[in-house]
T-cell receptor
Framework: GAGVSQSPSNKVTEKGKDVELRCDPI?????LYWYRQSLGQGLEFLIY????????KSGLPSDRFSAERTGGSVSTLTIQRTQQEDSAVYLC?????????????FGPGTRLTVT | AQSVAQPEDQVNVAEGNPLTVKCTYS??????LFWYVQYPNRGLQFLLK??????LVKGSYGFEAEFNKSQTSFHLKKPSALVSDSALYFC?????????????FGSGTKLNVKP
């Protein structure tokens, strides 16, 4: 079946502009995660959605970052007033999160470059 | 604090030789442990996991990992490396106590398999 998809695959924006990154999780997966991966670094947790529960926003680095998940499916990560340090690959992942099925399935990522 | 450490930034091995990629973790409760692989310009792919049961778990592409509670380690192994195994490998732990829904990723280990 279809995996996790993300769009756009690449985004170049000017400092100070807002950007929206989209994630389509695997159908039926209740959990959705956003991570940030900077060059040569590991994954930095940003936000987690599980069903209809309040999201875990504890990883968002500043109030310029926000995310929403509509209808328990598609998610959008919004970065306002982008800064050069926001340049990174933004990865989305989904999982079933039930039983012992916690492994995450990742999308290909969106490479964000802030000039 | 919960964390994952991958002490080697890079591992070099000759094709046909056994390989080990190291991972140690620190969590407050029972760990749920995962290995992911990232090929160039692609998202992370799930390799294997330890939730409970046998300490030796087998996963995709002939990889296996051994959970060692006393050493708090979860090293990834393969008896005979292939050139196609060259990639970036991430260890991750899911915090199963308290903030139940957060994953902690290591910084990644680049595996180079030479012909």
């Amino acid at each position: 079946g279809a995996g996790v998809s993300q769009s756009p695959s690449n985004k170049v924006t000017e400092k100070g502009k807002d950007v929206e990154l989209r994630c389509d999780p695997i159908s039926g997966h209740t959990a959705l995660y956003w991570y940030r991966q900077s060059l040569g670094q590991g994954l930095e947790f940003l936000i987690y959605f599980q069903g209809n529960s309040a999201p875990d926003k504890s990883g968002l680095p500043s109030d310029r970052f926000s995310a929403e998940r509509t209808g328990g499916s598609v998610s959008t990560l919004t970065i306002q007033r982008t800064q050069q340090e926001d340049s990174a690959v933004y990865l989305c992942a989904s999982s079933q999160d039930r039983g012992f099925t916690y492994e995450q399935y990742f999308g290909p990522g969106t490479r964000l470059t802030v000039t | 604090a919960q964390s994952v450490a991958q002490p080697e930034d890079q591992v070099n091995v000759a094709e046909g030789n056994p390989l080990t990629v190291k991972c140690t973790y620190s969590v407050s409760g029972n760990p749920y442990l995962f290995w992911y692989v990232q090929y160039p310009n692609r998202g992370l792919q799930f390799l294997l996991k330890y939730i409970t049961g046998d300490n030796l778990v087998k996963g995709s592409y002939g990889f296996e990992a051994e959970f060692n509670k006393s050493q708090t380690s979860f090293h990834l192994k393969k008896p005979s490396a292939l050139v196609s195994d060259s990639a970036l490998y991430f260890c991750a732990v899911r915090d199963a106590v308290g903030n139940f829904n957060k994953f902690y990723f290591g910084s990644g280990t680049k595996l180079n398999v030479k012909p």
